[in-house]
Nanobody, 124 residues
Framework: QVQLVQSGGGSVRAGESLRLSCTVS????????IGWFRQAPGKKREFVSA???????YYSDSVKGRFTISRDNAKNTVVLQMNSLKTEDTAVYYC??????????????????WGQGTQVTVSP
């Protein structure tokens, strides 16, 4: 059974950093695309970042230059390093896995598996 287990997150002040991890169990991470999405209260879930098997990385405009995604296939883990956090980054963050590694990395519908979600709260 494939599971995505998230860790990290928490509460910080604006300008500080947080690190989110997503560890895959039940499957060896290889060709899948791993994505991160977030959902703020009262808003739709939105794309944050993704990394494919070639380690091409993608970011939303709102986090580009501040967030860094990386994958370690040997550890079956993908990390989202979040620097210079802003209050508008406050949301529940979800990692996800696309088994087909489609080109639509920013579309949540292509992702088959999801982590449990992690709260990130950024205060002024």
């Amino acid at each position: 059974q494939v599971q995505l287990v998230q860790s990290g997150g928490g509460s910080v002040r604006a300008g500080e950093s947080l690190r989110l991890s997503c560890t895959v169990s039940g499957r060896t991470l290889s060709f899948e695309t791993i994505g991160w999405f977030r959902q703020a209260p009262g808003k739709k879930r939105e794309f944050v970042s993704a990394v494919n098997l070639r380690e091409d990385t993608y970011y939303s405009d709102s986090v580009k230059g501040r967030f860094t995604i990386s994958r370690d296939n040997a550890k079956n883990t993908v990390v989202l390093q979040m620097n210079s956090l802003k209050t508008e980054d406050t949301a529940v963050y979800y990692c996800s896995m696309d088994l087909e590694a489609s080109n639509w990395y920013d579309n949540e519908k292509v992702y088959e598996y999801w982590g449990q979600g992690t709260q990130v709260t950024v205060s002024p």
